[in-house]
């Protein structure tokens, strides 16, 4: 008997692979078919192993969007309009399951202004550059939110800003301490 190996490790069927790929993360139908044509598996294999996990439960599209939709907006601090554009481009869903997955959101109670706030708290720019504001709802307007979200953000966070460098105390009071 003996025990070799191969020198070249077999190849993983349909099944294999999409088992694999959605043991590291979820995938949509359509962007898990797209990986296994990809990697040389027929469609109809494909198709056979896509079908067979939609039955046991483990490939669903609208729980993808729901999953991937909190991730977005929790860890990179997405708005609803970047959220529905990574969900329908990259992830390949359908615009019904992510208006569904962002209406569940909405349902649950994530306010989009408080978040815009929370970001634009770690943010940091000068209260008297000029082009503080448009920076600010530049920020927020490439993460996705609405306009008047980034608007009325942007406004809050420079008069806070203001207010703050109003009350803090200055050190230039006219007298010139160095010299002795």
């Known amino acids: 008997m003996s025990f070799r190996r191969s020198q070249k490790p077999p190849?993983?069927?349909a099944w294999n692979q999409a088992l694999?790929?959605?043991?590291?993360?979820?995938?949509g139908q359509q962007e898990l078919r797209?990986?296994?044509i990809q990697r040389g598996h027929s469609p109809a294999d494909t198709d056979a192993a896509i079908a067979a996990l939609i039955e046991r439960g483990w490939l669903n599209?609208?729980?993808?969007?729901?999953?991937?939709?909190?991730?977005?907006?929790k860890g990179r601090g997405y708005g609803p309009r970047k959220v529905m554009q990574t969900l329908?481009?990259?992830?390949?869903?359908?615009?019904a399951?992510?208006?569904?997955a962002l209406t569940t959101l909405d349902e649950q109670g994530l306010d989009w202004r408080a978040r815009a706030d929370a970001l634009l708290a770690r943010r940091r720019v000068r209260p008297d550059d000029p082009q503080a504001w448009a920076k600010l709802a530049r920020f927020l307007a490439s993460r996705g939110f609405p306009m008047d979200v980034c608007s009325a953000a942007a406004r809050d966070r420079l008069d806070a800003l203001r207010a703050e460098a109003k009350d803090a105390p200055r050190d230039d009071d006219g007298d010139d301490d160095s010299e002795g």
Not at 20 to 27: E, K, M, S, W
Not at 61 to 73: P, Y
């Open 88 to 95: 329908v481009e990259r992830r390949k869903l359908s615009s």
């Open 20 to 27: 694999g790929h959605l043991a590291r993360r979820d995938h």
């Open 97 to 100: 399951d992510a208006k569904a």
């Open 61 to 73: 599209d609208a729980r993808t969007a729901q999953t991937m939709s909190e991730s977005l907006v």
């Open 11 to 13: 190849t993983l069927d």
């Open 34 to 36: 797209e990986k296994l």
